[in-house]
């Protein structure tokens, strides 16, 4: 049975902060930016929103400052996104760089449901050899159905959309929709 469902889609150019300030303003800056530009699309009441890949990564930073800038993020961004998703009753898809409990990075959409609680997170199983090799983001191995008010969705990030074994995993799981975040459009191979 169809649905119908509302999503909203928000990809601003990435934000450029002073690296000289303090990195507690950095975040704050951010989260700010990121206020600013969802205003756009609450006011039409989405289901879901998405953010683009790696949403909170600052344009204009080196790897150390990125660094720096993710340490003092921790959860920061990603639990303000869950306050938003909870007083505006929506879902939101944050991407983002995320460091596990191991130590080791990941670049991850983290699914946020209306509770503002987590429904699942999906790990890009495609990272670029500049990810892998400068940022040490190491690879996802799996493409969960994550269940979700709107319906099951599966991840899928930037350079993913390149690989048909990730949509092969999707074809066996059949999630009703792929929430694709990226830093580009995805040209030729998003019609394929």
Partial sequence: MARYVKVGVVAPRPLDLNPQQDMNACVDEMI???????????????????????????GNFSKDQQKAFYMARGDRI????CAVAKTQ??????SA????PDGTWRNSIQFINRQGG?????????????????????????A?????????????????LNFQELREKYMRNRPEMLVFTSVY???????Y
């Fill in 32 to 58: 700010a930016f990121w206020d600013s530009w969802l205003e756009h699309v609450l006011c039409d009441r989405p289901d879901l929103v998405v953010l683009p890949e790696v949403c909170d990564r600052p």
């Fill in 78 to 81: 990603r639990d303000h996104f």
């Fill in 89 to 94: 009753n929506c879902n939101i898809a944050y």
């Fill in 97 to 100: 760089d995320r460091i596990m």
């Fill in 118 to 142: 987590l429904d699942g997170v999906y790990n890009k199983n495609h990272v670029t050899l500049g990810e892998f090799y400068d940022y040490n983001i190491l690879y996802g191995k799996e």
């Fill in 144 to 160: 969960p159905v994550i269940k979700t008010d709107v319906g099951t969705v599966g991840g899928v990030i930037c350079f993913d």
């Fill in 185 to 191: 459009h995805g040209g030729l191979m998003q019609n």
